[in-house]
């Protein structure tokens, strides 16, 4: 695999950054235990009931059996497409929490190396181009790469109005859906959702569904935060652990215990792969 001279997609509707750039959603979530978007989850994914309050956040609990860190209250699947509004989410939210809005992306992860590095691990796995679904695919960074290598792409975004928008500026097949629950999708040898997982209300359906979804001896590609005993928590990026949008948060082990447990295979894990934002 030869590193890529990508093609950067303009948006001509780029929105101009209005809010000063101090201003983040506030740290002890205002409104949170209220706000009817949310509900009470108990439980975390392996179906424990925990009591122990998470040493990160006291947003989240740590499930006792797998480790795995849950939000106290998780989004209710009918507010998906409304939070992750094109204007709401990928708009007024990002500036917020001082991540560059959607059509900011792009030129950030090309410049910064990300979708090469996503390219050269994907050709590790698949070197011949194939169909791949991309979950949560936002600007389609990766998707117009992939297409241009000669892939047949479909993306994959809860708001109609931000797919209507990389649709408009881009020749990506985007469609509206909150996974799992999306019709009439076709089986890929690649499946891909980067920063996505974390936000899933029902991690076990996704991965489950994602792996029918996939061809035989087809690859799920995942990229999201994990957190261990020992990680320092002065030393985590504060929007990890966002309990609005992040309704779990794996640790090395429970991201294991998941997968097998949805029936995949684990061929890496890739730990040493930081940037800002939400990763660690």
């Known amino acids: 695999y030869k590193r890529q001279r990508l093609k950067l997609v303009t948006f001509p509707n780029m929105a101009t950054r209005l809010m000063d750039s101090n201003t983040k959603i506030d740290s002890q979530r205002l409104g949170f235990d209220t ?8 439980r975390c994914w392996c179906g424990w009931k ?3 309050v998470s040493n990160f956040s006291q947003d989240y609990l740590k499930c006792e059996r797998c480790n795995t860190h849950y939000a106290r209250r998780r989004i209710k ?3 998906i ?4 509004s094109y204007h709401g989410y990928w708009q007024k939210r990002q500036m917020q929490k001082d991540h560059p809005i959607l059509e900011e992306r792009q030129a950030i ?13 994907i050709n590790k796995y698949i070197p011949n181009p194939g169909r791949v679904i991309e979950i949560g695919c936002a600007e389609g960074s990766l998707l117009i790469a992939l297409k241009e ?8 975004e809860p708001d109609p109005n931000t797919v209507s928008e990389v649709n408009k500026n881009t020749d990506l097949d985007v469609r509206t859906g909150v996974f799992p629950d999306v019709e009439n999708l076709p089986k890929a040898e690649l499946i891909v959702a980067c920063d996505v997982l974390e936000h899933s209300y029902d991690p076990v359906a996704f991965l489950k569904t994602a792996h029918r979804q996939m061809s035989s001896g087809g690859i799920l590609y995942l990229q999201l935060p994990l957190v261990n005993e020992n990680t320092d928590v002065a030393s985590l990026n504060i929007n990890v652990f966002d309990p609005e ?12 215990t998941i997968l097998i447990t949805c029936g995949l295979d684990v061929h890496e894990i890739d730990v040493y792969w930081h940037f800002s934002q939400e990763i660690t």
């Open 50 to 52: 925990s009591k122990t």
């Open 149 to 156: 290598l000669g892939w047949k792409t479909t993306g994959i």
């Open 109 to 121: 992860f090309i410049e910064d190396g990300r979708v090469n590095k996503w390219l050269t691990d």
């Open 81 to 84: 497409p409304s939070f992750y």
């Open 35 to 42: 706000d009817t978007r949310f509900q009470v989850s108990e």
């Open 245 to 256: 949008e992040h309704a779990f948060i794996f640790t090395r082990s429970s991201i294991v």
């Open 77 to 79: 699947p009918g507010a």
